[in-house]
C-alpha cells in the first residue's frame, strides 16, 4: 500500500516539484503515472523508493512512515521493492544468471535458494534459455526482461517501473507491459511511470496524470480520453 497524505515538496532551488499530493494505492493495483517532462513524476518516485524526503505531509509505503524512518531501516523498506529502470543497469561482465542472483547474493540468500529461485523466474519472464548469455549478447527487450526478472526474484510486494519501455522498440513495449500484467494478477502490486499513451489506454488500468507537481486526474485509462493529451 501506498499513501500520500498532504505532499509537498520543495528543493533547496525553491523548485515546488510536488503541491498538496492526496493518493492511496492499495495492495494488488495496477497504476499508470503519467505527466510531462518535469511535471514532478521522478520526485514522486523518489518519495517512495526514500530518496527524498516530503517536505510537508506523510509518506507511507508498505506499513513504513517514511518521514520517521531512520536510516538504518531504508535497506530493509527497499527490500519490500523491485525497481525496473528505463536504461536497463544490468552489469554487463556477468551472464544473466548472475544479474538476477546478485539481487538475491546481496540480502544474504544461501546459494541453495539462488539455485533454486533464479531458474523459476527467468521461467517466468520466458528467458529459461539465455541464463548463460550475457546482456550484450541480448536484444532490448530481453535485457529489459532481465531487468524485471531482477526486480522479481526476491518477491516484492511492489514494482515500480520507470519508463521500462522508453529503450526498447514500440512492438516489444506491450510485451513488457502483458509481463507486468501477469506479475500483477499473481499479486503484486505495479507502479509504472510511461509517456506511452497508447499502452495506457490499452491496458486500461487506472491511470494518475501529475501536471505542474499537482495530480490533474485518476482514472480508469480506457475512460481517461483526453486527459492523457
Not at 520543495?10 to 492511496?24: E, F, H, S
Not at 509505503?61 to 536497463?88: A, C, H, W
Not at 533454486?116 to 530481453?142: C, D, H, T, W
Amino acid at each position: 500500500m501506498i499513501e500520500f497524505r498532504g505532499v509537498h515538496k520543495t528543493y533547496d532551488t525553491g523548485v515546488k516539484a510536488l503541491k498538496d499530493i492526496n493518493i492511496r494505492i492499495d495492495k494488488g493495483d495496477f497504476v499508470f503515472i503519467v505527466g510531462a517532462s518535469g511535471a514532478g513524476k521522478s520526485t514522486f518516485l523518489k518519495l517512495i523508493m526514500r530518496e527524498e524526503v516530503p517536505s510537508a505531509g506523510e509518506v507511507v509505503v508498505n506499513d513504513y512512515r517514511l518521514s520517521r524512518l531512520k536510516r538504518r531501516e531504508i535497506p530493509y523498506l527497499r527490500r519490500t521493492m523491485g525497481i525496473v529502470f528505463q536504461d536497463f543497469r544490468l552489469i554487463n561482465k556477468m551472464t544473466v544468471f548472475d544479474n538476477v542472483a546478485f539481487a538475491m547474493r546481496v540480502t544474504g540468500a544461501s546459494s541453495r535458494d539462488v539455485r533454486k529461485r533464479v531458474p523459476y523466474i527467468l521461467g517466468l519472464v520466458g528467458l529459461q534459455n539465455k541464463a548463460r548469455s550475457f546482456p550484450m549478447e541480448l536484444s532490448g527487450g530481453e535485457q529489459q526482461r532481465v531487468g524485471l526478472a531482477r526486480a522479481l526474484v526476491n518477491n516484492p510486494s511492489l514494482i515500480i517501473a520507470d519508463e521500462p519501455t522508453g529503450n526498447i522498440d514500440p512492438e516489444l513495449s506491450f510485451e513488457i507491459v502483458e509481463l507486468l500484467n501477469e506479475i500483477n494478477r499473481r499479486g503484486t502490486t505495479i507502479l509504472m511511470v510511461t509517456h506511452e499513451h497508447d499502452l495506457v489506454r490499452k491496458f486500461s488500468r487506472r491511470v494518475i496524470k501529475i501536471r505542474d507537481g499537482c495530480v490533474v486526474s485518476d482514472s480508469i485509462g480506457g475512460r481517461a480520453g483526453h486527459e492523457l493529451e
